[in-house]
């Protein structure tokens, strides 16, 4: 099976600019996540979708939002970029998670987003 | 906020030693996850210890896990200089719809 895909893989930005990122998961998997990954807050989770639903969200102002479509792929966007924004983030996806929360997440590599 | 801190934050080794590294997590788990992550690029999963596991091996990978203390510890044995690479600890939240990981812990393996 194919991996996890993200384009694009890098992005210049400019601040106040907005930016679309997106995620395509392994076939068969229908949760999608979106977590970001700076060098002060390290790794934190951004949100969850499940067949085009989203199912928790973490600590992000509402400048950063996604959507899931029917064939699963996913998008993220954050409007009104601030430098602080300049991030690597990460998608990943999963199967249904076990009865007892078994819930490993493949991983795509990354979009590496710069704001200047 | 982060549920779990990997101890220590960077180690250095040469080829052929063992290393060990420690994730200690602050709720109740059903279970405890291990990734690698090589430099800026996507995370990789290494291994899942149920909350009623103690220990489990894969291939030069040992993970313990002591609930009583919230702690788990990861051990690489005989490392290579590939083994370079930040390791994570992970824990679900309780819908278990995300993981939430610690700091990681950054291993330089030389040869």
């Known amino acids: 099976k194919a991996g996890v895909t993200q384009t694009p893989r890098y992005l210049i930005k400019t601040r106040g600019q907005q930016v679309t990122l997106s995620c395509s998961p392994i076939s068969g998997h229908r949760s999608v996540s979106w977590y970001q990954q700076t060098p002060g807050q390290g790794l934190q989770f951004l949100f969850e979708?499940?067949?085009?639903?989203?199912?928790n969200k973490g600590n992000f102002p509402g400048r950063f939002s996604g959507r899931q479509f029917s064939n699963s792929r996913s998008e993220m966007n954050v409007s009104t970029l601030e430098l602080g924004d300049s991030a690597l983030y990460l998608c990943a996806s999963s199967s249904p998670p076990g009865q007892d929360f078994s819930y490993e997440q493949y991983f795509g590599p990354g979009t590496r987003l710069t704001v200047t | 906020s982060q549920q779990g801190e990997e101890d220590p934050q960077a180690l250095s080794i040469q080829e052929g030693e063992n290393a060990t590294m420690n994730c200690s997590y602050k709720?109740?788990?059903?279970?405890l996850q291990w990734y690698r992550q090589n430099s800026g690029r996507g995370l990789v999963h290494l291994i899942l210890?149920?909350?009623?596991?103690r220990e489990k091996h894969s291939g030069r990978l040992r993970v313990t896990l002591d609930t009583s203390k919230k702690s788990s510890s990861l051990l690489i044995t005989a490392s290579r200089a590939a083994d370079t690479a930040s390791y994570f600890c992970?824990?679900?939240?309780?819908?278990?719809?995300?993981?939430?990981f610690g700091k990681g812990t950054t291993l330089s393996v030389s040869s």
């Open positions: 992970a824990t679900a939240n309780q819908a278990g719809t995300a993981l939430i």
């Open positions: 979708y499940f067949s085009e639903t989203q199912r």
């Open positions: 709720t109740s788990i059903n279970n």
């Open positions: 210890i149920r909350s009623n596991e």
